[in-house]
């Protein structure tokens, strides 16, 4: 199963200086978003941002984890990306500019999103 994580670290949503996933400060805040069973397809949950994953600049990075079936214990794969909010009028977010990165030198020891 393809599990789709988004993470926040800090930064101020409605600042136009993006700060890079590498940053140190981690907020801490995270979520599964849910699961597919298709790699695709939850890529493209994530490029899309279908169904508002990123909660309206809540989340700045999402992690899809492949994770095969029964008791969990580690994670086969992942991809990463990072979202910048693209602003419209009034600061107001009116989409995102998804990109695949490689994993944040931040997270290096860390797998299991979808677990905790």
């Not at 101020?12 to 979520?31: A, C, I, R, Y």
């Not at 992690?63 to 969990?72: A, F, W, Y």
Request: hydrophobic share 40%; charged share 25%; proline share 4%.
């Amino acid at each position: 199963m393809f599990f789709i994580n988004v993470i926040h670290l800090k930064w101020h949503k409605f600042d136009m200086e993006w700060n890079p996933p590498d940053h140190d400060d981690l907020s801490g805040d995270s979520t599964c978003w849910g699961y597919v069973s298709d790699f695709e397809l939850a890529k493209k949950i994530v490029l899309e941002n279908k169904s508002d994953i990123f909660e309206n600049g809540s989340y700045n990075l999402a992690v899809i984890e492949e994770i095969g079936e029964g008791i969990p214990s580690t994670v086969d794969n992942e991809t990463w990306f990072s979202a910048k909010p693209i602003l419209g009028g009034r600061n107001h977010i009116i989409a995102y500019d998804v990109e695949e990165i490689d994993k944040p030198k931040r997270f290096t020891n860390i797998i299991g999103w979808s677990l905790d």
